[in-house]
Each structure stands twice: as C-alpha cells, then as structure tokens.
C-alpha cells in the first residue's frame, strides 16, 4: 500500500508472563477511520501506547509516509504528529482546560519568550468553537463533566494540530447527544485529511463511523477488512474465535417486598418530585441521556448530596441517609459511574482490590482470613472473567475493560441488599458482557434488589423488570419490560412525550 500514512509490522510487545502484542499489522491512510477490535486484553492500548512511544516494541517496524521510525519516547511520537485520547484520562483536575490542553506545549511570546497565556486561551476558544462545544477555557476540568473532559481532550490532540489522531474508547463514556457530536467531529477530521484510529466496543460505533477495521485477539493479528463488506456476526467470529450469543435473556424472578422506596424527591434545580419504587429481586432501569439528572438522584439516595424534599424508605422504614457510610449500613452498594477516582486503588493487586471493603468479614480477630480470601477472590474474578497474569497483579496493568471487571467484582463481592450501579458494562466486550448480564441476573434471582443505570439502550430492554425514564430532572416515561421498546425509551428521554 503506497499511500498509506501509517504501517505498522510485525509488532511485538512482551510483558512479564504475557505477550501483549505477537506481530501486530496496522495500516491506515490519510482521511480513514480505522477501527482497532478486539476483546479486553486483546492488545489494543498496547498497540496504541507503542504507537505514541509510551512503549517500545520489542520487534517490528513503523513506517510513517514511507519513513522507517523509531520512537524513543511520547515527544518523538508527538513530533510525527501523532496524538492520542487514551482511554484513561490524561488531564489534570485542579487545572483550567486551556492549561491542560497546552500542557506540555505551551505557546510562548516572541518576545520577551514568556508563556502567552492570552494567545493559548484564544487558540482554546477558536478550537471549542470549531467544534461547537459550549465549554469556557478557564474552567477547571475537574467541574466538567466525564462527556466534556472527552471532549477537551480531543480538543487538546487538535491543538498539536495531528495527522494520525488515536481515540481508544472514546464513546464508552459519552452517550447519544455526545455520540453525535463526536461522530461529527470526527467527519470533519477526516475531511481535513486526518487519519483516525478508533478502538470502541460498540459495534453501532464502528458500523457508523469506520472505513477499515483490523481484529486482534490475544495479542496476535487476526485480520482487517472494509467495514462495508462486514457484519456485526462476521466480527465477533474474528474476536472470539467462535460464534456467539451476543444477548443473555434475564431471567423471570418473582419479586418479593418493597426494599426501597423514593418517594418524591427533589433537590432545588437539580432533580424534581422522583418516585419509584425497588423490589427484592427486581432488577430498575433508570434510563435517560447524559444530564438528564439519573446520577444526581442516586447520589441523593446514596448520601453523596442531599435532597432538599421528598422522604426515601427502606425496608418500610423512613430513612434520614447522610453520608455514603449510612447508606452501606443499611445494605446500599454504590457503584460509581467514574471509576477513575472512586472506582480501584491502581497500585494494589487485584485480590487486595477485590477484598478490601469485605476486609472485616474475612477476617477473624484482626488477622485475615487467607483461604476464604483466596476463594472469593476466585469466585468473583471467575464470573467476572477477569483476564490477568494471576490474582497478585497490580490492578494498573490490568486492561481498561479488565480493570473495570475488577471493580464490579469488589462490590457484586459485598453482596448488598441493595445495588445501585452506573453503567456497568462501560468498556466491557461483548463475549464478557453477556457473562457479566448473567451473573447480575443470578444475584437479582438470589434477592438483590438491583438499580441499573445505563445508556445503553439495548442494555436496559435486556436486563430490567421495569424502566423509569428521565429527562432534565423529572421523570418522563414507566414502562414494563414487556412494553417497553428503544422508541419509547428515546421519545421519553428527549422528552418528546410526557406519560405519566
Ligand atoms: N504495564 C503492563 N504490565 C503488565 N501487563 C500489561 C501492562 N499493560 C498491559 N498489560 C497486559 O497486556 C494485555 C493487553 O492489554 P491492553 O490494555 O492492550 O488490552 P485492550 O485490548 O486495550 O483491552 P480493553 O478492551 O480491556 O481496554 C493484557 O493482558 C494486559 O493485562
Ligand atoms: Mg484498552
């Protein structure tokens, strides 16, 4: 292929006990999106990370416009004009976004050479608005939401004005209304002439926005292909190595008493008059798009902000929850949606992780129980399927999908009464989200009485006895499972027709 913009060959990238890439091939063309699939640990931020100089390959060459290169480090990769989104955030909280975006590559006044701050802060501007995003430059990323700090760090690869722009995951924390903002952008990239390696799990993703996609699965190049000429069937036989029942039909559970009632509750120009109401065994979806205020109305319940009215009952008993330790003394599991922060201490293995908020259970007068620890651990990790080295690897260098298992396993390990999570499967593949679906199914069968948050349309219509729909803080939709359908979801969540 003579004009390509980007061939790699033959990459070769080895960890302790695993080879990582075994002779990755990769091409792609200027004004292409090429998708990079493949399961969790498949190899895909490995590739990239080789490609930006984060790591070197043990074997295999890159060849940029016909050039032999040889990346040292990230600057010599950033040189080339490469630029990554990498699927962990890269940015720096307590900085504004136009500090963050010229992080690194400050622009600097002719003279005297002191840091132009006006003319970054200009540069931001200009960048948002080309790409019509309503973010102000000076505010610190920190008060963005997950969706806009994706978005700032687009920004930020656009404004080392890149030919080979990476986005590994960028949509899992997005949902539909951000989607298509990216999906926008991401045309006008390519009709500059920019080439777009694109890693996503989704498959709507890749049918929509990708040209070419290549296929690795554990480690090893599988094959590439035009998007065209494919289907959804014919990609997971490359990944998995089989066929695959890609849904995991939930199963009928009789529901037991009301173990958590809301009843109207508000919070002052945040969420407004919320009812619903949870039963032993009964799995609610609580869907809506991104702002529609589903997370500040756990986060109420949870006692990470209070309501301002309304009364919240568990069990049939009123209960008064302030803070996130009340709400887990009455038998509330919280799974947060920014597991960044909240969600897996990086540097502990994954054992240590998975035992750490069941640590006094398993232990007995103060010195823990080793053996029962090693059988959780074993459980959980099983059913999750937690692709690692060994229970004793350090959770950062885990996948992201990988990571991701281990903190649902942490708190699936707790065995609530009540479990609240937002968007589970965020950055999971297929072939493990159909096995994670069924292991909550089993817990909900057990009696959990289970909360799901998810934007995932197809997720909610598969997991949930009953969905509550919102939009701009109030609710706008109830439906049973067996009413419910992807039409009526939307309708409900843009807030097209109210129902009550
Ligand atoms: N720094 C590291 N040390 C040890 N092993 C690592 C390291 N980074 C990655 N690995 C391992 O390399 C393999 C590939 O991981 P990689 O992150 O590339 O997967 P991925 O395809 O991006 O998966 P996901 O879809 O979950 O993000 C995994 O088995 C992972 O555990
Ligand atoms: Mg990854």
């Known amino acids: ?193 920019k080439a777009i390696v694109f890693i996503s ?22 094959g590439q292909g035009r998007v065209a000429d494919t289907d959804v069937d014919a990609i997971i036989q490359m990944m998995v190595g089989r066929s695959l029942n890609k849904m995991f039909p939930k199963r009928a559970v009789e529901h037991g008493n009301t173990v958590l009632e809301v009843k109207r509750i508000s919070r002052v120009g945040i969420f407004k008059d919320i009812s619903f109401k949870l039963h032993k065994g009964e799995i609610l979806g609580l869907f809506g798009l991104v702002g529609a205020g589903r997370s500040d109305v756990i986060q109420a319940i949870f006692g990470i902000d209070l309501k301002t009215e309304g009364e919240v009952f568990i069990n049939g008993k009123i209960a008064e929850i302030k803070n996130p330790a009340e709400a887990m003394n009455y038998g509330i599991a919280y799974i947060p949606e920014d597991r960044q922060l909240q969600g897996t201490i990086a540097k502990m293995n994954i054992r240590e992780n998975l035992t750490l908020p069941i640590i006094d259970k398993i232990s007995r007068y103060s010195f823990l129980d080793s053996a029962e620890e090693l059988k959780i651990t074993q459980k959980f990790g099983r059913r999750m399927d937690i692709k690692a080295s060994g229970w004793e690897q350090p959770v950062n260098d885990l996948s992201g999908g990988n990571q991701q298992k281990v903190v649902l396993a942490k708190w699936l390990a707790t065995r609530p009464e009540i479990l609240i999570m937002d968007e589970p499967t965020k950055g999971i593949d297929v072939a493990t989200k159909a096995r994670v679906h069924e292991f909550i199914s089993v817990l909900a069968k057990q009696g959990m009485a289970i909360l799901l948050i998810s934007s995932e349309i197809p997720e909610i219509l598969c997991m949930s006895d009953k969905i509550v729909v919102m939009y701009e803080g109030t609710v706008t939709g109830r439906f049973n499972r067996d009413e419910a359908d992807s039409e009526k979801l939307l309708k409900a969540a843009t807030g097209d027709q109210r129902q009550l």
């Open 1 to 193: 292929m003579g004009n390509c913009l980007l061939e790699m060959k033959g990459i070769k990238k080895y960890f302790p006990g695993i080879k990582a890439l075994d002779g990755v091939d990769y091409t792609i063309r200027a004004g292409e999106v090429h998708a990079l699939i493949g399961e969790n640990g498949a190899g895909k931020s490995t590739l990239v990370k080789v490609l930006t100089g984060i790591y070197h390959p043990e074997e295999g060459k890159i060849i940029i416009q016909g050039v032999e290169v040889d990346f040292k480090n990230p600057l010599d990769s950033q040189k080339a004009s490469i630029a990554a989104i990498h699927q962990e955030a890269t940015m720096f909280p307590d900085l504004s976004v136009t500090e963050n975006i010229y992080m690194g590559h400050h622009l600097k006044k002719p003279f005297p050479r002191t840091i132009d701050w006006k003319e970054m802060k200009h540069k931001t501007k200009v960048l948002l608005e080309k790409l019509e995003l309503d973010i102000n430059p000076d505010t610190k990323v920190k008060n963005l939401s997950v969706a806009q700090r994706h978005m700032v760090e687009i920004v930020k690869a656009l404004s080392l004005d890149a030919r080979i722009v990476i986005m590994d995951e960028p949509t899992s924390a997005l949902s539909l209304k951000e989607v298509e903002d990216l999906y926008r952008i991401i045309r006008q990239l390519k009709s500059e002439g």
């Open 201 to 222: 799990h989704k498959f709507e993703d890749i049918f929509e926005i990708a040209d070419y996609f290549t296929v690795l699965r554990d480690g090893k190049y599988i």
